[in-house]
């Protein structure tokens, strides 16, 4: 049967069946096109409460992307406000963490900020159709992509048959980006889960990136994998890093997980925590928070480690600014022990935070060398700044942080000694730092070289003695000797 047949019947039984709800409506004509979401609404503790499909879907005023489906006006786009309706507490939560900000301070930063300087609004539907943002940073040669640099450099970026595709795929389907719609169309963006996801009404952020639709399981959410399926890989392996530690390690070896659905989490109830125990959920004191920073003291993804940023009661503070809250970060940390509390006693958790921030010290050091490394190499000319990951120093420098020094100080931050270890600090100082300085030393080499040949020969030219001259002669054979030292180095 065609989809317009299935929908011109759904659509003559609605106005057949007066009594009967919009939500019996919707599920007649989904339980044809999308069995699996009708299951999982009916299996939901949504469906048990008697929520309706309206109660979630129908369009609110002012949202570009209401359309007319059957008569109703409903939005496919679901966003925190309409979530706030009933979860007002997690809404609000919710957005003063970064994970609703999280396009903007990653795959979408170079485009918010530019838009920024050209005084336009980086949350108006108006700006993002004005200036596409996906289309906007396709071209830009930025860390944010660090492929971007060499690509750059070889002339693919530039091509028009080249669509860097891999940004949608690998950055925005966690991070989130602009859902642009008009008149219940939708322009751009979609499909799109996101975390930190642009809507059309203006909010920000997707409940489903963690509460999967339509089943919205509580349970879902509080398990590992689901925060797994973005905070993995080389630079930011949270899962893995679980995985090793003591707390993964006992998870997974439990044969009955069911305390994950419970309304209230205990020491006395769980034996392992997950990411939602330690950073989310109301445990030993500790009041329950959708905003996932709540009780950290450190930003450990960018390059040098600082306290929490303040909280962002404009979209400038979290992704422009970025101002430390040294007060708010202590608080934190206090949070924190009140949850490692439920399990540990005072001096173990005291001696383990001691040794991380000590982690957070030596990875700091390293970091201010590796920077100021760079910045030599670009005030004596060997290396050239307009391209910011397209040579060797700039690589290993994009490296030591957003790779290894991440693996090094969540490694540590999570109870993972060979991410902390091996993964983390070894590589970050055996392998990157040691290719960094020595390509450093080898073109300061090259460099005095060069510089040393050109003055002889500049030498020789005044003599007019031509290449039989005592500064040639020794130009010509200072080349080779050159040559060879440097040979020796790299071999």
Not at 345 to 373: E, P
Request: with cysteine; hydrophobic share 35%.
């Amino acid at each position: 049967m065609g989809r317009g047949l299935v929908i011109t019947i759904a659509t003559i039984m609605l106005l057949l069946i007066g009594q009967a709800s919009a939500t019996e409506g919707c599920i007649t004509c989904h339980e044809s096109m999308t069995p699996g979401i009708v299951a999982d609404f009916q299996n939901s503790k949504m469906a048990a409460a008697g929520i309706e499909c309206l109660s979630c879907h129908e369009g609110m005023e002012g949202d570009p992307s209401v359309m007319d489906h059957n008569g109703y006006s409903i939005t496919p786009v679901v966003s925190p406000k309409y979530c706030e309706k009933c979860h007002a507490a997690e809404a609000a939560q919710f957005q003063d963490s970064k994970h609703a900000w999280t396009a903007f301070i990653g795959p979408l930063k170079p485009w918010y900020l530019a838009m920024r300087e050209e005084g336009k609004d980086p949350l108006s539907q108006a700006t993002a159709k004005e200036s596409n943002p996906r289309e906007y940073i396709k071209r830009i040669p930025t860390p944010l992509f660090p492929d971007s640099g060499i690509l750059t450099r070889v002339g693919i970026l530039q091509r028009e048959d080249y669509n860097h595709e891999n940004q949608v795929i690998g950055c925005m389907q966690c991070h989130g980006t602009y859902v642009i719609a008009e008149d219940g169309e939708i322009l751009d963006g979609w499909p799109n889960v996101g975390v930190g996801r642009v809507n059309p009404d203006g909010s920000l952020g997707s409940c489903s990136a963690c509460h999967t639709r339509h089943l919205f399981s509580r349970a879902e959410a509080r398990k590992p994998e689901t925060c797994g399926q973005c905070h993995l890989g080389p630079d930011h392996p949270q899962t893995e890093i679980y995985e090793e530690s003591k707390h993964g390690n006992m998870f997974f070896s439990l044969e009955d997980t069911s305390f994950l659905d419970e309304d209230e989490l205990t020491p006395e109830n769980i034996r392992a925590p997950t990411c939602a125990v330690c950073h989310m959920s109301a445990f030993n004191g500790a009041p329950a928070t959708h905003e996932v920073g709540a009780r950290l003291q450190y930003e450990l993804q960018p390059a040098k480690t600082v306290y929490q940023w303040k909280k962002p009661s404009h979209v400038d503070d979290i992704v422009a600014d970025r101002v430390p809250d040294e007060t708010q970060a202590k608080k934190n940390r206090k949070e924190m022990k009140t949850v490692c509390n439920g399990c540990h006693s005072s001096n173990w958790v005291n001696g383990y935070f001691d040794s991380f921030d000590r982690i957070i010290s030596d990875y700091n050091t390293v970091w201010a060398y590796t920077d100021d490394l760079l910045q030599q190499a670009y005030d004596e000319g060997l290396a050239d700044k307009s391209n910011p990951v397209d040579e060797m120093p700039e690589t290993m420098h994009y490296y030591i942080w957003h790779h290894d020094g991440r693996r090094w100080r969540m490694g540590a931050a999570m109870m993972a000694p060979d991410w902390a270890h091996w993964n983390g600090a070894v590589d970050a100082t055996l392998d990157k730092l040691t290719f960094m300085v020595n390509w450093i030393e080898q073109a300061r080499e090259i460099k005095a070289s060069e510089e040393r040949i050109t003055e002889l020969e500049n030498k020789a030219a005044e003599e007019d003695k031509g290449i039989c001259g005592p500064t040639a002669i020794a130009a010509i054979a200072l080349f080779p000797l050159g040559m060879y030292r440097l040979y020796k180095r790299r071999n």
